[in-house]
Every structure is written in C-alpha cells, then in structure tokens.
T-cell receptor, first 116, second 109 residues
Framework: GAGVSQSPSNKVTEKGKDVELRCDPI?????LYWYRQSLGQGLEFLIY????????KSGLPSDRFSAERTGGSVSTLTIQRTQQEDSAVYLCASSLAASGGGETQYFGPGTRLLVL | EDQVTQSPEALRLQEGESSSLNCSYT??????LFWYRQDPGKGPEFLFTLYSAGEEKEKERLKATLTKKESFLHITAPKPEDSATYLCAVQASGDKIIFGKGTRLHILP
C-alpha cells in the first residue's frame, strides 16, 4: 500500500494481559516512530527507530513497554501486563530519514486500545 | 525544556470567517516545524513543514508562517470541511518531535 498501515485498528483487552500492536511503514522509509494519544491530549512520543535500531527509547512510560523492528520495515509495540491507564490510541509514523532535520512524518490510522 | 503550546484550544467560526491558529515554541535549535490536520478517529495528515523564520507556505485556504518564536496557521474563508483538530509539532536538536495539544476548529455552515 501507499501509506502507513497499523493493526489491529481496535483492541479490547483485560487488565494484566499482554498486547502486540503492529506497524507497516511506507516502503523505503528508514525512520519509524511510535506515539500515544490519550483523549484530549497531544501526541506523546514513545520511541523511534532508525533502521532496526532504536536510538531514543526515552518516551517509553515503563518497562512494560517494548518495541522492535525487523528487516528495517515492520515494527511491533508490545505492552505487557496492561493497565487501564494504557488505554489510548497508539499511532505509528514513518519518514524517509530521522537525521538531517525536518523530515516529514506520515502517520497511520492508529490502534485504539481499551483496557478493561 | 523544549515546549510547544497551541492556542486557542478550541475555535468556532462561521463559514467564511477568516482567523489564525497559534503555535508558540521554545526549543534549542529548531530543525523543522510541522502542521498536521487530524480528523476524528484518524491519524494526523501532513499539511506543511517550515524550516526557518520568515518562511511561508500555502495550500488552498491555509497559509502557514514562521517566526523565531511562533508559527501561525491562517485560514481564509473557511468551509465546514475545514473542521478538524490542527496539530503543531517541532523537531529540535536530536530526532525527537514534540507535539502541541492541538486546536479544535469547528466551522459552522
């Protein structure tokens, strides 16, 4: 496809369960970003990848959150032992490169996570 | 600390009533300022990137401008389909991008 895709589009889970969110970036984009958007809040940076490595993990809210990227393409964000405060929209974005300054990020439609 | 503040939080306009949205920023070493539009239930859609003070960009009824401290998104003669949340983001030194909380724009027919 031409754009960033994310799956699932919606996820309802029970507190304490693990969830995996997937992001397929635009083909050829080397940089990939994960954000969290809570109701009425701005986008909260979580982590970004340059290729398969993650130079900046500073936004991950706790050690229950982890992310990986394989083959310079697909990325998964895993939340272990989910809590109700993890409920949010998780957005993925990709860009041609992270360094060099001002590369435009293109966003996917997001995964809406609800933890009961 | 790098910071992005958008104002107003919400804005209601009559169709055809022009106005401006503000994005104030304090960052060390601006590398780019971005404007996005976000419709309910969707991811942000890219509008503009500005790189240096004095730069301006236009697209249909929207024009974005940049100074050393703030950016404005001017909307001229808006239509109801321009209703959305408009997000501003900045990229400072490093690769992290910081987003403001957005301005919810509602255009009344």
């Amino acid at each position: 496809g031409a754009g960033v895709s994310q799956s699932p589009s919606n996820k309802v889970t029970e507190k304490g369960k693990d969830v995996e969110l997937r992001c397929d970036p635009i083909s050829g984009h080397t940089a990939l970003y994960w954000y969290r958007q809570s109701l009425g809040q701005g986008l909260e940076f979580l982590i970004y990848f340059q290729g398969n490595s993650a130079p900046d993990k500073s936004g991950l809210p706790s050690d229950r959150f982890s992310a990986e990227r394989t083959g310079g393409s697909v990325s998964t964000l895993t939340i272990q032992r989910t809590q109700q405060e993890d409920s949010a929209v998780y957005l993925c974005a990709s860009s041609l490169a992270a360094s060099g300054g001002g590369e435009t990020q293109y966003f996917g439609p997001g995964t809406r996570l609800l933890v009961l | 600390e790098d910071q992005v503040t958008q104002s107003p939080e919400a804005l209601r306009l009559q169709e055809g009533e022009s106005s401006s949205l503000n994005c104030s920023y304090t960052v060390s070493g601006l590398r780019g300022l971005f404007w996005y539009r976000q419709d309910p239930g969707k991811g942000p859609e890219f509008l503009f990137t500005l790189y240096s003070a004095g730069e301006e960009k236009e697209k249909e009824r929207l024009k974005a401008t940049l100074t050393k401290k703030e950016s404005f998104l001017h909307i001229t003669a808006p239509k109801p389909e321009d209703s959305a949340t408009y997000l501003c983001a900045v990229q400072a030194s490093g690769d992290k991008i910081i987003f403001g909380k957005g301005t919810r724009l509602h255009i009344l027919p």
